[in-house]
C-alpha cells in the first residue's frame, strides 16, 4: 500500500501544480485540461521508465552478489560452512549446535545459498523484485493521483476552483491514509500533505500568472 500511495500522491501534487501554474497564466479550459493530461502521460510514462531501471538495476546487483556467494561456496565449503556457523553462536547459539546446523544446511547446496545470500547480504534469492510490477505499479498509482486535478475540467469545469477542492481533499485523505503505516496521527499526516500540496500549486499559480501577465 504504502508506494501505492506515495505515487498517487506525487502524481496529485505535480498534476495538480501544473494545472494550477498553466490556469493563472492561460483561463481556457480548454488548454488546462490538455496540459494536465500531458502532464499525467508524461509523468506517468517518467515514473514507470524510471522505477523499471532502478529495480532492474537493483535486482541485477543483487543477481551479482548471489553469483559470488554461489561461487564462494562451490570453491570453499569448509570455510563457507564454518563462516555460517559462526554468524549462528554470533546470535547466541552454542558452538556445537551451530555447528551442527551448519552442516545440515550445507548439505542442500541451494538451501545453503538461500541462508548464506539472507544472512551475509540481506536478501533471498527467489524473492528479488520484478521490475515490470513495480513499473507497472507506479504507472497506475501516478496516473490516479494525476487525474484527480484534472477529472473537474474534462468534465465540463471551467474554474480552478473546482478542481483545488478536489485536489485539497483528495490531498487531505492520502496523507490521512499514510499515517496507517507512520507513527502520526491521521489528521497530522493529512494536514501536512494538504499544505505541501497547496504551497506548490500556489506558487506555481503565481508563477502562471506572473508569465501570463508578462505576455511571454
Known amino acids: 500500500m504504502r508506494p501505492s500511495v506515495f505515487g ?11 494545472i494550477a501554474g498553466v490556469a493563472g497564466g492561460n483561463a ?5 485540461a490538455l496540459s494536465g493530461v500531458a502532464g499525467l502521460a508524461a509523468g506517468a510514462l517518467s515514473m514507470a521508465g524510471g522505477e523499471y531501471v532502478s529495480v532492474a538495476s537493483q535486482r541485477e546487483l543483487a543477481q551479482a552478489e548471489i553469483a559470488v556467494e554461489r561461487g564462494e561456496l562451490a570453491r570453499h565449503p569448509d570455510d563457507e560452512r564454518a563462516e555460517l556457523a559462526q554468524s549462528f553462536v554470533d546470535q547466541g547459539v552454542t558452538q556445537e549446535l551451530a555447528d551442527e546446523v551448519a ?15 539472507r544472512a551475509e547480504l540481506g536478501i533471498t534469492p527467489d524473492e528479488l523484485p520484478s521490475p515490470r510490477v513495480a513499473a507497472v505499479s507506479s504507472f497506475v498509482s501516478f496516473s490516479v493521483g494525476a487525474a484527480l486535478p484534472l477529472l ?3 468534465l465540463g469545469a471551467r474554474e480552478l476552483v473546482v478542481s483545488a477542492v478536489v485536489s485539497c481533499v483528495a490531498l487531505f485523505v492520502a496523507g490521512a491514509v499514510v499515517s496507517t503505516v507512520t507513527a502520526r496521527s491521521w489528521w497530522y499526516s493529512g494536514l ?25
Open 8 to 18: 498517487a500522491m506525487d502524481g496529485l501534487v505535480s498534476n495538480f501544480a501544473l
Open 28 to 32: 481556457n479550459p480548454r488548454v488546462i
Open 103 to 117: 552442516r545440515q544446511i550445507s548439505q542442500n547446496p541451494d538451501r545453503a545459498l538461500e541462508v548464506h545470500a
Open 152 to 154: 473537474p475540467f474534462l
Open 192 to 216: 501536512r500533505q494538504f499544505v505541501v500540496g497547496a504551497v506548490a500549486a500556489g506558487v506555481t499559480f503565481s508563477v502562471g500568472s506572473l508569465i501570463g501577465v508578462a505576455g511571454l
